[in-house]
Structure formats: C-alpha cells, structure tokens
C-alpha cells in the first residue's frame, strides 16, 4: 500500500472540491478543506498502482476545472495541483519514488511543469527558487498558463496538525520559527480573525500531535486544534485517550479505520463511501 496526499487549490466551492475528489475513485479516504487558505487536502491510499493513476486523475481533474491566475488564499502555491507527494507506507520507500517518477513524467507530458521533492531537496527550497534558479525536472520550462506548476514528492509518513492560539500573528510566527526544525515545519497564518499555526510533523513517532501541543501550551493559549487529513494509528496509540478529544483527534481519522470502513461499504449491499461529501478545514500539508 502507499498514499498519496494531493493538496489542490481550491477549498472554497464545495460542489467543485466533490466533483475533483469524484476522480479518484475508491482510493479517496479523506477531503479536509479550507476557505481562508483556498486549499484542499485530498488522502488517497491502496495498491501503489491504483494510487499512482487515481492521484494523476485527480489531479488533471484540478487543472480542467481550476484557474491558479484566479486564486487568491493565505496559503503559498505554485500551481492548482500544488503538492503531489506519494508516501511510503508498508512498502519500500523506492516504491513511492517510481510513483512519484512515473506521476510526474506523465504529468509533465500533460504541459504542467513539474518539480521533484524527497531525498533530493525539500518543499521549501522549491518554494523559493522554482523557475528562477532551479528548472523544473519534468514538463515545459514555463508555468502553465492556468495550471502553474506542481511539486511531487517521496516521502514517509507525516501528521499534518493545526493549532489556533490566542496570540498575535507576529507573535505566531516567532513561536512558528522557534519550533522549526528537522522534525518540525511550521508556518503562521492569519485565520479569518484568528492566528493559526500549522505543523507538518515530519518524525512524528518522535514529535507527534500530543508533544507539539504541548510545547506551543508553553508560549500561547491553544483555543483549538486540528488535524489535516489522516493519521496512522500507530502514532495515534502513543497518544493517552483521554487526550485525544483535547489534541483534536479520534479513533476514527486514522488511515487503517478509514481503509476498513471502504471495505465494509465497499460489500453487497452497502452504500457507497463519500468522504469528500462534506468538506473541513485543512492546511498544511506536502
């Protein structure tokens, strides 16, 4: 099994979310969307294959339907299909980097520039120097003119997780840059009349939902926390239960329940899945 989390640019118009999310098919687990970043989260997962062609439907559904030079959110972007990565879960990690090889040679092949992220270099460094210092690996040399470009990675397992604190967005985004680190990334948004922090967890095993909590409880207030997309359940057993309703979280967002409900109503009888039917809040995530 792998997962591919696919972030696109649009997290306002729920019909126009379900109908992208409708592309994948029965990989879809999860949609977590948001207005104020313009922004949702797409959690794909099954056999690498199914994955790999559900994620690139999915996401040249996005580059029919979306217009980049038309968006306007909080969150940084470079294109409608904005971040691709695909996650080494039970299998080797080569898995998840011919997937993410083979999404972005097609994809490229589509006119939509693509950038390569995993061993090679970080989201953030593609970030800053894409079409000026570093060329893109696959696709035209341009961005596109509505799709702009797209980021697609490799790489293990990590917890998306959002915090709205009682601070300042300047004071946000000093204790943003205070946490930051190799198992850290973190930004601060302005959330409407709130301050957001959001965190990719990126060793989460090691700094997961309950110790990053924790460590932000010590510089602000925590009016509330969320986490963007799934969780696997082995970082959610680490977690005490009687603080799961406190971190936001559930034995229902982890990947394996979400996987054994599609079993369930994917037998005889049983209704059809849709998680995307009713879009929530999500953020950073690559």
């Not at 979310?17 to 794909?44: K, M, P, Q």
């Not at 217009?67 to 470079?78: K, Q, T």
């Not at 294109?79 to 998840?96: K, L, N, Q």
């Not at 989460?204 to 510089?219: F, K, M, Q, S």
Request: glycine share 6%; aromatic share 4%; charged share 25%.
């Amino acid at each position: 099994m792998i997962e591919a989390v696919v972030n696109v640019s649009e997290g306002r118009d729920a019909a126009l979310v379900r109908t992208i999310g409708e592309a994948a098919g029965t990989t879809l687990l999860d949609v977590h969307s948001d207005e104020h970043h313009h922004r949702s989260v797409f959690t794909l997962a099954g056999g690498a294959q199914l994955v790999e062609r559900a994620a690139l439907e999915l996401a040249r559904r996005a580059v029919e339907l979306l217009d980049i030079s038309e968006h306007a959110g909080v969150h940084p972007r470079l294109g409608v299909a904005d971040v691709v990565p695909f996650v080494a879960w039970d299998e080797e990690f080569e898995v998840a980097v011919a997937a993410r090889d083979r999404f972005a040679e097609a994809f490229g092949r589509d006119g939509v520039p693509c950038f390569l992220y995993g061993p090679e270099r970080p989201p953030p460094e593609i970030r800053r120097d894409a079409f000026i210092v570093l060329p893109p690996d696959t696709g035209p040399p341009e961005p596109h003119p509505t799709a702009g470009a797209t980021c697609v990675g490799a790489r293990p397992v990590l917890v998306a997780y959002n915090l709205v604190v009682q601070v300042p967005l300047e004071e946000a985004r000093k204790i943003a840059a205070t946490l930051r680190g190799p198992q850290v990334r973190s930004l601060a948004f302005p959330l409407g009349s709130e301050t957001q922090i959001s965190f990719n967890l990126i060793d989460p095993l090691n700094i997961g939902p309950a110790e990053i909590y924790d460590l932000v409880a010590r510089l602000a207030r925590i009016d509330r926390a969320e986490l963007v997309g799934l969780i696997p359940e082995r970082v959610l057993a680490d977690i005490p239960r009687q603080r799961l309703a406190e971190l936001g979280l559930s034995p229902e967002v982890t990947v394996e329940a979400r996987l054994a409900r599609l079993a369930r109503l994917a037998t005889p009888g049983s209704a059809s899945p849709s998680p995307s039917a009713s879009p929530e809040r999500g953020r950073l995530r690559s």
